[in-house]
């Protein structure tokens, strides 16, 4: 009889596992985010792509979603962390090749939006924080950035993909 406990002892594991294991959220979208009847305390909006010209499609987008949010829940603090390849069009030597989305950037920033890259994957790749506009706060980790905010209460808006947003 305990040998048949232990046989059956990997899959009751697993099962109570399961059953005590918090189910993991998905990540919230804009329009459930509009919907909600309260503000949330913050959204922190997150761009990570391997795409390196995302930024061309992403920060429209973002544009356009705090805009929305802004005009549903007026005082909502929001932040944005790009995190992933795209990042590096926002470097200075980029401003020449990329000026619209330099200005999309700037103008997050200047509305109280503050814009974060990643210094951890810019030190990776030899670039410095003296490498990114004054507008452009470099966050010693873009993922930690996303979980001080989430300490916070902030909700996490994941950016769609580039190549989803191209396909709009």
């Not at 000026?99 to 950037?105: N, R, S, T, Y």
Request: charged share 20%; glycine share 6%.
């Amino acid at each position: 009889m305990t040998l048949a406990i232990f046989k059956r002892f990997p899959a009751l594991l697993v099962g109570l596992l399961a059953l005590a294991a918090p189910a993991a959220a998905a990540p919230l979208t804009l329009d459930q985010l509009l919907a909600r009847p309260v503000a949330p305390h913050g959204v922190v909006f997150e761009i990570v792509d391997r795409d390196p010209r995302a930024l061309d499609v992403a920060l429209p987008w973002v544009k356009q979603a705090s805009q929305r949010l802004k005009a549903r829940f007026p005082t909502l603090p929001m932040a944005l962390v790009t995190h992933g390849q795209e990042m590096f069009a926002l470097q200075d030597s980029g401003r020449t090749d990329n000026p619209g989305m330099h200005q999309i950037a700037e103008s997050l920033s200047r509305e109280g939006i503050p814009v974060h890259v990643c210094e951890t994957y810019a030190g990776w790749r030899g670039i410095g924080a003296e490498n990114f506009p004054k507008y452009i706060d470099v966050a010693p980790a873009g993922p930690t950035q996303i979980k001080n905010y989430e300490a916070l209460d902030y909700e996490r808006l994941v950016v769609p993909k580039a190549s989803t947003l191209k396909a709009r």
